[in-house]
Each structure stands twice: as C-alpha cells, then as structure tokens.
C-alpha cells in the first residue's frame, strides 16, 4: 500500500520525492482542531479512517485559530500521543 503525501502550498512544481522517518506504527493519534471553520469536518472522516485502522484517537482543539495552542495544551498531547494530525480548512 502506497502513502500519498499531499502538498498544500501553492507551489507550481512538485516537491522533491523524500523519504518517510523510520518509526515504528503511532498507536496513539492526536486530532487537533485548530478551530478554522470545517476543520472538524475533515478531521471526523480522518478519525473514522484512523479508527477503522486499530489506532487511537484523541481529540483535542485550540481554543481560537488565531494564537498558538497553549503550553499545556501541547504538552498534554506530547506525553499522551505518538503523533499529531491538525485541521487546516476553510
């Protein structure tokens, strides 16, 4: 099974093939919204594929897209997931 990466800059070019880090299967996924409108639109279908996979998955959101999420907010998701997937969408 073949990985697709998409690229969402406005680039005309393709980006450069590279490789994927080697790191073993994220058990535990983090989703976050980052509070743009449809954002959870996209990150429900991406739950429900990350699920139907055997992962784990923890929602968590900003509390406005305009700062940073907070420090703790950060941390959380660093101590509790392997990786981390954020909704960008309008």
Known sequence: MGLTILDPTA??????????????EPTTIALVD???????VFL???ERLLRERGHEVLREAKPTFT???PQDLRRDIAQR??????????
């Open 11 to 24: 680039e005309r070019d393709a980006a450069p093939e590279r490789p994927l880090a080697l790191r073993g």
């Open 34 to 40: 980052i509070r743009k409108p449809r954002g959870d």
């Open 44 to 46: 429900d279908e991406i």
């Open 67 to 69: 700062k940073p999420a």
């Open 81 to 90: 997931c392997d990786a981390v997937i954020e909704a960008l969408a309008d």
